[in-house]
């Protein structure tokens, strides 16, 4: 084989080799979201994982092949709603500007993701209790360091005075709750679906932090 055709053959094999990962990337995703819709429709208890492959259209062999157990695929789909929001979303809180502003994009960004994960948040929500020791101390380790860093922000804005003393705490955990709780009754399939949801959300929780004239 000449040179050329050795490295046509090498960039072949590096093309289909990506191209497999790549649909098993988006086969595992099909999973977790088929998974998540019948696990809040029908409870995580009273579904198998035959159920799971025949929402999905594939053997009970191939399933297991991405998924060696029920628990890892509810594991998958609370994953997707901690360690999503703590990569996608808190680098915001990261950039220029201060505490309202950037509070303000999270707030935004939250609920945008709301939108898009709507059912496993529900999902992450009622079953979480359901994953092994191992993989529920990694969840809540993703959710206290989100609850931290909305923590720190908020405490800064108390500091700046742009915002009321309060217990920056107890002021992030009814925040993030608030917010949470959108996922139990928002629809639609675009950003453009959360933006009402996200200025009324920020008039609100921002207002209420600020306090009244003289407060």
């Not at 429709?41 to 035959?50: D, I, K, S, T």
């Not at 955990?173 to 709780?181: A, I, S």
């Amino acid at each position: 084989m000449t040179g050329p055709a050795r490295a046509g053959a090498r960039l072949g094999g590096v093309q289909g080799t990506a191209r497999r990962k790549q649909r098993t990337s988006q086969r595992r995703a099909d999973i977790v979201t088929a998974a998540a819709r019948i696990f809040a429709e029908q409870g995580y208890g009273n579904v198998g994982m035959r159920d799971i492959a025949e929402a999905v259209g594939i053997r009970g062999a191939s399933l297991y092949h991405h998924f060696p157990a029920k628990e890892e695929i509810l594991y998958a789909i609370c994953l997707s709603v901690t360690r999503e929001p703590v990569e996608e979303t808190l680098p915001l809180l990261d950039a220029a500007g201060t505490p309202t502003e950037r509070l303000t994009e999270l707030i935004r960004a939250h609920i945008r993701h709301l939108l898009h994960r709507r059912v496993e948040y529900r999902v992450g929500q009622h079953e979480r209790t359901s994953l092994t020791a191992e993989h529920r101390a990694e969840i809540d380790r993703y959710l206290q360091h989100y609850n931290q860093r909305v923590r720190d922000v908020l405490a800064a804005g108390m500091r700046s005075g742009e915002f009321r003393e309060m217990n920056p705490k107890l002021a992030a955990l009814g925040l993030l709750d608030m917010l949470n709780g959108v996922s139990n009754w928002i629809r639609g399939s675009t950003d453009d679906a959360a933006d009402e949801v996200a200025d009324t959300y920020v008039h609100l929780l921002l207002d209420g932090l600020r306090g009244s004239p003289g407060a």
